[in-house]
């Protein structure tokens, strides 16, 4: 995790009926080669779909659960869920197609399902009007005014997912609405398993908050399982890898007191991201000279 002043960081779920352009838009922000594409089955937890990082925010798409269910699979249950990762993003963006004026109303009453949810959040909503380049740029405004009537959207957002029209624009109004952060994920290198990455630096964030200076820096986080299990718990076993004893004593603290702590405090903010209940099992270890050790450099992710 890099802390850096100014920097931004955040939560994004993108969310439309199929065949707006929901994958198209990803691909088109984050890259091709970038975007995660997961081909397991979708569970009731959010999984990272992609991310984007630029010189001053990091982006982190999220695949919200039951998004992409027709109504008649959303129960009761299935609807709290929804609204809890809902509250838990930063931003969500709502993708629909651009229409003629003779077909707003009937596109309109199609994404009511997800505007009546909507409602519920209270995130801000960007109304993304993808396929621009199939209407004449005329009919934008109207269409505009007339979801603008069903509910009050931060941001309207025209674009063509597929040209690269105006996708950069939507990044940039995006980062606007992100609170400041840490860059979660390295720049370039991309790990293939950014659950396990996120996991391992909300961690170490909660390390950070509770420990003096000298032992975060010498600290290494290594999600050693990752399991979801029936009922929605996410099963979780770490380990912490100092360089030091007195390190590993710090860590632990009084009667365990510390590491307790800071897998109270983790767990819950891993809950909030992945909207799911978790298991957190936390170890610290003393390996001397991990920070040398290239092969458990990799295993983490780090490289
Ligand atoms: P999803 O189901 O919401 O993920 O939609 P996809 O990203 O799979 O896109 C559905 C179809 O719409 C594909 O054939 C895309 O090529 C097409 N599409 C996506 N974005 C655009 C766009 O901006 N313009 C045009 N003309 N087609 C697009
Ligand atoms: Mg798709």
């Not at 039951?66 to 299935?78: D, E, K, T, Y």
């Not at 029936?230 to 076993?237: G, Y």
């Not at 380990?239 to 004593?249: A, C, H, N, P, Y």
Request: proline share 4%.
């Amino acid at each position: 995790m890099v802390c850096m002043s100014g920097f931004k960081s955040g939560f994004v779920a993108i969310v439309g009926r199929p065949n707006v352009g929901k994958s198209t838009l990803l691909n088109a922000v984050v890259g091709e080669k970038i975007a995660i594409v997961s081909t397991k089955p979708q569970t009731t937890r959010s999984r990272i779909t992609g991310i984007k990082t630029t010189a001053d925010a990091q982006l982190i798409f999220m695949d919200t659960p039951g998004m992409m269910r027709p109504r008649s699979a959303l129960n009761r249950h299935m609807v709290q869920i929804v609204h809890e990762a809902y509250q838990h993003v930063d931003v969500i963006l709502l993708v629909t197609e651009g229409k003629g004026a003779d077909q707003i109303e009937a596109q309109i009453e199609k994404d009511n399902l997800l505007l009546e949810h909507l409602k519920e959040a209270h995130t801000p909503v960007f109304l993304v009007i993808n396929k621009v380049d199939l209407i004449d740029k005329r009919q934008i405004l109207p269409m505009i005014e007339a979801y603008q009537a069903r509910y009050l959207f931060a941001e309207y957002v025209p674009l063509s997912a597929l040209k690269r029209v105006n996708v950069d624009e939507l990044v940039q109004t995006t980062i606007k609405y992100l609170p400041e952060g840490p860059r979660y994920f390295p720049t370039d290198q991309l790990t293939d398993q950014p659950e396990r990455f996120l996991i391992a630096e909300l961690i170490r964030e909660q390390i950070f908050t509770r420990t003096e200076q000298e032992v975060p820096y010498q600290t290494a986080v290594f999600v050693e399982q990752l399991e979801d299990t029936e009922n929605r718990l996410l099963r979780v076993e770490a380990t912490i890898f100092v360089e030091r004893d007195s390190q590993k004593g710090i860590l632990i603290g009084k009667h365990g007191s510390r590491l307790k702590q800071i897998g109270q405090l983790a767990r819950q903010e891993i809950e909030r991201r992945l909207h799911t209940r978790v298991y957190l099992g936390l170890w610290v270890k003393v390996r001397r000279d991990w920070s040398e050790n290239e092969q458990l450099i990799r295993d983490m992710g780090y490289v």
